[in-house]
């Protein structure tokens, strides 16, 4: 059975911390891994992974993914509060399009 | 307007009862999915669907159906609704010509089922 497991479940840090959110994966065939950003209702897409040692960038926001050690990190630099939302990491594999989301990692950034 | 639109935003439901929650898209994707949300469990697909006449269990299809009237609409039906389908439901799109497997999501409809 796939599994996506992100940690830590709930994060709160003061404004201009920086955060990482790990999530790590068991999967069978995988084709890529996406982070996604949920603040009221529905997820944003961030980051599309594919390969092992390229960092994705965006503004403060950064991800990189280890195949060989089946994890991604997301890094947010520079916390503000309106990165307060709940992070998903969810992760495509097999023949089909097979995804197994984690059950995301709730964050708060408080002034 | 929203890409991915989905009706109704909320509904609050009898136990027994059908209930049909409607999605359709402008974004011209071929590939539609129905998700739900719980807390705890994290997003698990119910159906998706890869054109119209492509329709795919996901991991927890019980209980629900699904019908794609057309390349923008798919729509998820409860037959008969029980407290345990109370959830956060979502639509998706994607577009198998991009290489990519992004996601866009719907703002999601709350049900609740009494």
């Known amino acids: 059975e796939d599994k996506v497991v992100q940690s830590p479940l709930s994060l709160v840090v003061h404004e201009g911390d920086t955060v990482t959110l790990n999530c790590s994966y068991e999967?069978?065939?995988?084709?890529?891994l996406l982070w996604y950003k949920q603040e009221k209702k529905a997820p944003t897409f961030l980051f599309m992974l594919?390969?092992?040692?390229i960092e994705k960038k965006s503004g403060r926001l950064s991800s990189i993914l280890d195949k060989k050690e089946l994890f991604s990190i997301l890094n947010i630099t520079a916390t503000q509060t309106g990165d307060s939302a709940v992070y998903l990491c969810?992760?495509?594999?097999?023949?089909?399009?097979?995804?197994?989301f984690g059950t995301g990692t709730k964050l708060q950034v408080i002034p | 307007d929203a890409d991915v639109t989905q009706t109704p935003r909320n509904r609050i439901t009898k136990t027994g009862k059908r209930i049909m929650l409607e999605c359709s898209q402008t974004k011209g994707h071929d590939r539609m999915y129905w998700y739900r949300q719980d807390p705890g469990l994290g997003l698990r697909l119910i159906y998706y669907s890869f054109d119209v006449k492509d329709i795919n269990k996901g991991e927890i299809s019980d209980g629900y159906s699904v019908s794609r009237q057309a390349q923008a609409k798919f729509s998820l039906s409860l037959e008969s609704a029980i407290p345990n389908q109370t959830a956060l439901y979502f639509c998706?799109?994607?577009?198998?010509?991009?290489?990519?497997?992004?996601?866009?999501f719907g703002q999601g409809t709350r049900l609740t089922v009494v």
């Open positions: 969810a992760v495509y594999s097999g023949g089909y399009q097979k995804v197994t």
């Open positions: 998706a799109t994607s577009d198998s010509g991009t290489g990519t497997t992004e996601a866009f």
């Open positions: 594919t390969s092992s040692g």
């Open positions: 999967v069978t065939n995988f084709r890529s």
